[in-house]
Nanobody, 119 residues
Framework: QVQLVESGGGLVQPGGSLKLSCAAT????????MSWYRQAPGEQRELVGF???????IRVTYAVQDRFHISRDNTNTISLQMNNLKPEDTAVYYC?????????????WGQGTQVTVST
């Protein structure tokens, strides 16, 4: 059974930075897409970006690509570096995973980590 555990959320002032990490257990091969989503209060969950396997393609959505960076440290770990944070980045951030070489829509989700950007 795949399990995903996020860490690194918290309270940060506007303009600050945070790094989120997600560690996976239960992967049976190297062919897993890992992704980051976020869900703000009253909003639908939205994609932030994804990584196709260790050393594979990484994509970050256009809205945040100048401030957010995704790295795939190894097959089982993905990180999200968030810079110049804005109040509208406040959300619960979720890590997702799918056993695939191309499809990023998760089959598994982490429990989420709260990111709050506020003075």
């Amino acid at each position: 059974q795949v399990q995903l555990v996020e860490s690194g959320g918290g309270l940060v002032q506007p303009g600050g930075s945070l790094k989120l990490s997600c560690a996976a257990t239960g992967f049976t091969s190297e062919h897993y897409v890992m992704s980051w989503y976020r869900q703000a209060p009253g909003e639908q969950r939205e994609l932030v970006g994804f990584s196709i396997g260790a050393g594979g393609k990484i994509r970050v959505t256009y809205a945040v690509q100048d401030r957010f960076h995704i790295s795939r440290d190894n097959t089982n770990t993905i990180s999200l570096q968030m810079n110049n944070l804005k109040p509208e980045d406040t959300a619960v951030y979720y890590c997702g995973a799918r056993h695939s070489s191309y499809n990023y829509e998760p089959n598994w989700w982490g429990q989420g980590t709260q990111v709050t950007v506020s003075t």
